[in-house]
């Protein structure tokens, strides 16, 4: 009995985020969706897609803890970083999760599993690709334009992007797909991988990241503070002041652009899976 898949990953899964938990990466919400996702990511996947799994959340972690002076400022000016919540953690993996629960309802090998998987690694790939950009980015002082009017932006705004956060995209979006690489070479399983898919793999990251930009520049909703007199994406600002809407879809937030990201990332995967 405790050799069965539900307990390793039960064990695995609470280690890994007990650690997460108390280096304060994941508040307690966050800590049960993150071991929901572990353990059912383990029960389905096994060895190769835990592998992808943290290699997702111990790279957001580690990037999360390296700091300068710049990336400080934007974190408090736009409520970003600290503990991740359930609602977040549920954005950046509940496509993740869809296709566990796909496989462990259709059979480890049945039909469409190997879809699953492309779609569990692409969104990986997006969500990885978005918060090396987030975490990268904002290291150093750029000037992130605007996706759509290529207007200039204050760093951390939805939507800005720069050079070095594009970079950061490709190198996150590369890292979770060679990862996976890797990992299927060590433990082949019935999971199907080639060269053109990991570059299929790489592109549905960069894609996740762009329609991250996209909806963040156009769709997602602004509010405004009027004592600081900036726009913010949070109902109160940090300064304690509620903000007032400004512009964009009132329900769209940060997690829901997060969420449609990587279903965008899924699709491109989908559709790379049918040419090869
Ligand atoms: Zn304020």
Known sequence: MWRSPWCVGAFISSCIVSAAYWRRDLSLSGLFAAFLLGLFVYVAGGVVWSIVLVAFFLSASALSHVQ??????????????????????????????????????????GLGSNTAWLIFLASLAGATADTWATEIGTLRPGEPRLLTTLQSVPAGRSGGVTWLGSLAALGGASFITLTAWGALLLWPGPWRFSAE?????????LVGSFVDSLLGATLQAQYFCPRCAKITEARVHHCGTPTIYRS?????????????????????????????
């Open 68 to 109: 300068t002076a710049n990336k400080r400022s934007v974190m408090i000016a736009f409520a970003k970083g600290g503990q991740r919540d359930a609602a977040q953690v549920l954005a950046n993996g509940s496509i993740a999760l869809l296709a566990a629960l796909f496989v462990l309802w259709s059979g480890r090998c």
């Open 197 to 205: 898919l990991a570059i299929w793999g790489i592109l549905a990251g």
């Open 248 to 276: 964009g879809w009132r329900w769209l937030n940060n997690d829901w652009v997060n969420f449609f990201s990587l279903c965008a990332a899924a699709v491109v995967v989908i559709f790379g899976s049918l040419l090869f």
